[in-house]
Nanobody
Framework: EVQLVESGGGLVQAGGSLRLSCAAS????????IAWFRQAPGKGREGVSC????????VYADSVKGRFTISSDNAKNTVNLQMNSLKPEDTAVYYC????????????????WGQGTQVTVSS
């Protein structure tokens, strides 16, 4: 059974940091790209960042460049998202997702999704 389990969300003040983790199981981790998406209340799903677990290539949305860093720990089948300098507009439910190809931040190309973790940034 494929599972993606997010953790690390919470409440933080603007300017603070959080580290999200996505633990994957049930598929060959190295064959997939893993991405983070987010959805704020009343808004559509937005791609945040993705990483190729095979070669380490990364992509970031313009809105998070220079503030967020995605990394992969292939030994633990885990992808992390380090979020620094958080802003109130980063408030959303964050989801990790997996795709077999390389479709950076194209949500409909992702086959597996986690349940999401809430990130709230207060001003």
């Amino acid at each position: 059974e494929v599972q993606l389990v997010e953790s690390g969300g919470g409440l933080v003040q603007a300017g603070g940091s959080l580290r999200l983790s996505c633990a994957a199981s049930g598929f060959t981790f190295d064959d997939y790209a893993i991405a983070w998406f987010r959805q704020a209340p009343g808004k559509g799903r937005e791609g945040v960042s993705c990483i190729s677990t095979s070669d380490g290539s990364t992509v970031y949305a313009d809105s998070v460049k220079g503030r967020f860093t995605i990394s992969s720990d292939n030994a633990k089948n885990t992808v992390n998202l380090q979020m620094n300098s958080l802003k109130p507009e980063d408030t959303a439910v964050y989801y990790c997702a997996a795709t077999r190809g390389w479709y950076p931040l194209v949500s409909y190309e992702y086959d597996y999704w986690g349940q999401g973790t809430q990130v709230t940034v207060s001003s």
